[in-house]
């Protein structure tokens, strides 16, 4: 059966380094999010009450497309944030604030229950989380203009519902790495603890 793993965690867990770990290590085919211009983003941000209903499914949507490309591939992947999040965490997040209206969350719900019930889920969900200051100390150190700006609230928000859906989660089998002291990319203790987990979760790595 194909090995098809996801990684899934908040701003600054460490996702992207893992996946290009993965990579290395197990041979998968790496799976990005799409940077094709969402045409409802400036829209949202200038108005998110108007806009956000449009610019979730547009991501829903795009997302989809990637999932697919994933699943049609015949050779072992690696996606780095997966179509679950856009509903669980973002879309949620929005609900939650008042920004998406009851009566169009029902709808953005049943469209991504529906969508679910097709996806083939991961053989394995990487969780990855850390603390919230050690998001704002990533985020810091990699200068970027928009994840500076992004205010506490926000994080905390998102820390709240990955935890809550990594709970939830029933799709498959999910391993947890709680990042906020790991240095995988530059401590060799912490890379041969983070190998022998993941080992153990997704078989030999290849040679």
Request: glycine share 4%; with cysteine; net charge positive.
């Amino acid at each position: 059966m194909k090995r098809y793993v996801a990684v899934a965690g908040t701003i600054g867990a460490g996702k992207t380094s893992l996946v290009a770990w993965l990579v290395k290590r197990y041979g998968l085919e790496p799976f990005y999010e799409p940077n094709d211009e969402n045409p409802y983003l400036a829209d949202f941000y200038d108005d998110m009450k108007k806009w956000a209903f449009h610019s979730q499914v547009f991501f829903l949507s795009h997302k989809l497309k990637l999932h697919q490309e994933l699943l049609a591939a015949n050779r072992p992947a690696v996606i780095d944030r997966t179509i679950y999040e856009d509903a669980e965490i973002f879309a949620r997040s929005l609900k939650n604030q008042r920004y998406i209206a009851a009566r169009d969350w029902a709808v953005y719900e049943r469209l991504y229950e529906g969508i679910k019930k097709t996806l083939r889920p991961p053989d394995v969900l990487v969780a990855l989380t850390c603390s919230l200051g050690a998001t704002k100390k990533r985020i810091e150190r990699r200068g970027r203009a928009m994840e500076s700006a992004i205010p506490d609230a926000y994080l905390r928000r998102l820390h709240n519902l990955y935890e809550d859906w990594f709970e939830r989660y029933d799709l498959g089998p999910i391993v947890k790495i709680d990042t906020t002291k790991l240095d995988y990319v530059e401590d060799l203790v912490d890379l041969i603890e983070l190998q022998q987990k993941l080992d153990k979760a997704l078989g030999p790595p290849k040679r």
